[in-house]
């Protein structure tokens, strides 16, 4: 079993910055990639950002040079640093966890909500 808990979401004006936090605990052995997704409303999943094993990241263009991906490896946690947030950045996002050998889960989501 794999537990995965999200802190960090809330709501901010336009221009804020807020951090998101999930911890994984559990089976939590061969961890490929931690990341974030997030889902606006009538709208599908789209990759935030992701950190692999070896430290190597990606981002959405979207967000590049605003957000900031960070993992404490000793503590299994991956960190979503937001700044200069948008409206067009609310969602619910979501910590993804990747294994070599047994596929991803999922967190439960926080609400990010971005005032104009």
């Known amino acids: 079993q794999v537990q995965l808990v999200e802190s960090g979401g809330g709501l901010v004006q336009a ?8 911890a994984a605990s559990g089976s939590i052995f061969s961890i490929n990639a931690m990341g974030w997704y997030r889902q606006a409303p009538g709208q599908q ?5 992701r950190s ?7 981002y959405a263009d979207s ?13 299994n946690t991956v960190y979503l640093q937001m700044n200069s947030l948008k409206p067009e950045d609310t969602a619910v996002y979501y910590c993804n966890v990747d294994f070599f050998s047994r596929g991803a889960y999922w967190g439960q989501g926080t ?4 005032s104009s």
């Open 15 to 22: 221009g804020g910055s807020l951090r998101l936090s999930c």
């Open 45 to 49: 999943r789209e990759l935030v950002a």
């Open 52 to 58: 692999n094993s070896i430290g190597r990241t990606n």
């Open 63 to 75: 967000v590049k040079g605003r957000f900031t991906i960070s993992r404490d490896y000793a503590k």
């Open 111 to 114: 609400q990010v909500t971005v």
